[in-house]
């Protein structure tokens, strides 16, 4: 009998893995770019103790230790051991992330990964496979976008490390960054990225600002630089999430005889519209870069999808928190942990 569960068992296993040999490879590709930078990491204590490194790199090291040791103390995120660790790029990109959504309808297509659940977006260590799946998705039919990461968290089963460009950053960017992660591996719920993304952004941009009137204090430049760039990046985040209503409503208005080039012409004279429209955020003072957006948007669905997935839900968070809460954090982040199950 046990003989015959093990090859029961075998069977099933084999014939799981023809049936997923995507996800197999894909698994394996990013096994093999993750821990190729963990076996070129060296401890932070050794690079502190290192002469070679340069004082600004060491200063910018412990500045992130600072952050993370403030969203411990005033914000309750869960210690860790992320960020103990140093990678350094050498200037090079490490991870591309795709998105895709359907043509006429700003809805995200989902990849499913075991255990974690499902991901409006796929990530790869690899920029030419990122490359040739988005070509794969384009014959589909679906609008594409491919941004690259600025970090990543694997919620606390590996230590996430710290890469050379996040000390590029600004301290306000930096201590966004960083708490953004650290969030991910206090709460993260299973099959539900947009309230993960959204939250952590939340958690981010809030926390920020308390880190930077904590260290530099309320009248500070290095606050007033940051609240000043978050203002201009949230008029941009609102308008693009206007932007994606607009078009939906568009593609929602479409009959079903319209002929496809009457629905591309629609689709580009409105999105033309809405990056037109950009010009006039913050009252026209501080015209965005529209010529550097004009490529990412043009035509293109998915570009938006970001946006509902990182930034749709902060107003819902911030009227929970100030209203039910009284700005309290450390309740207001107990309440979420014992409302949603983490992975």
């Known amino acids: 009998m046990p003989r015959k569960i093990g090859i029961l068992l075998l069977t099933v296993l084999v014939v799981w893995g023809v049936l997923n040999r995507e996800l197999l490879q894909y698994g394996w590709m990013q096994a093999k770019g993750q821990l190729a930078i963990l076996w070129h990491v060296r401890e932070v204590a050794d690079v502190l103790a290192d002469p070679a490194y340069p004082d600004s790199l060491k200063l910018r090291i412990r500045l992130i230790e600072e952050i993370k040791q403030f969203g411990v103390d005033s914000l309750g995120l869960t210690p860790s051991a992320n960020y103990t660790t140093f990678y350094d790029q050498q200037g090079r990109s490490l991870m591309w992330v795709l998105t895709a959504s359907e043509k006429y309808r700003i809805l995200a297509k989902e990849w499913k990964f075991p ?6 977006y796929k990530g790869f260590f690899d920029s030419t496979r990122a490359v040739t799946e988005r070509q ?63 939250l952590a952004s939340f958690v981010g941009d809030w926390g920020a600002i308390r880190f930077l009137t904590y260290k530099y204090g309320p009248d500070s430049e290095q606050l007033k630089r940051y609240e000043f760039r978050k203002k201009y990046n949230d008029a941009w985040a609102q308008h693009m999430l ?72 902060q107003n819902l968070f911030r009227q929970e928190f100030e209203q039910q809460f009284d700005s309290d954090f450390k309740s207001y982040f107990d309440y979420l942990k014992r409302k949603y199950p983490s992975l």
């Open 242 to 313: 206007r932007g994606a209503n607009r078009l939906d409503s568009l593609y929602q208005s479409f009959e079903a005889a319209l002929p496809e080039t009457a629905k591309a012409q629609q689709k580009q004279f409105l999105l033309n519209r809405i990056l037109a429209d950009a010009d006039t955020l913050l009252g026209g003072l501080y015209p965005l870069d529209s010529n550097a957006k004009a490529g990412e948007i043009a035509a293109n669905n998915a570009y938006f999808i970001s946006y509902k997935t990182y930034k749709s839900q």
């Open 115 to 120: 255990v974690l659940g499902t991901f409006p």
């Open 136 to 198: 794969a998705l384009i014959r589909e039919g679906y609008d594409t976008h491919i941004n690259e990461a600025a970090a990543w968290s694997l919620l606390g089963y590996v230590r996430d490390p710290i890469l050379s460009s996040m000390l590029e950053r600004s301290d306000g960017g930096l201590a966004n960054l960083i708490l953004h992660e650290l969030t991910h591996g206090t709460l993260f719920v299973k099959d539900n990225l947009e309230l993960n993304e959204n």
